[in-house]
């Protein structure tokens, strides 16, 4: 069983900073990717960044890139998403998933949080 637990988020002003932090329990992840993604209310889940768990190569969304940090800290067993200037429209539940390969794709993940909501005030 392979539990993915999300915390961090809040209510911040625009412009300020969130540290989101996913718990994975279970089972070792070694072999996988990690990646965050966000849902605002009435639109589809969207990617938001990606890496591998052993490290290396990221990925960032066009709408995050130069704000936002995935880092792993590996003896934790956590995946952190740095969020920095925020907006307005980073305002979303933002999820932990877990996949064989980086994807930007819903569907290419096997493991899911149950999500951290993070709102924006302007």
């Known amino acids: 069983q392979v539990q993915l637990v999300e915390s961090g988020g809040g209510l911040v002003q625009a412009g300020g900073s969130l540290r989101l932090s996913c718990a994975a329990s279970?089972?070792?992840?070694?072999?996988?990717?990690m990646a965050w993604f966000r849902q605002a209310p009435g639109r589809e889940r969207e990617f938001v960044a990606g890496i591998f768990w052993s490290g290396g190569s990221t990925v960032y969304a066009d709408s995050v890139e130069g704000r936002a940090t995935i880092s792993i800290d590996n003896a934790k067993n956590t995946v952190y998403l740095q969020m920095n200037s925020l907006e307005p429209e980073d305002t979303a539940v933002y999820y932990c998933?877990?996949?064989?390969?980086?994807?930007?794709?819903?569907?290419?993940?096997?493991?899911w949080g149950q999500g951290t909501q993070v709102t924006v005030s302007s």
């Open positions: 279970g089972r070792t992840f070694s072999n996988y990717a």
């Open positions: 998933a877990a996949a064989e390969v980086i994807t930007t794709r819903v569907d290419g993940y096997d493991y």
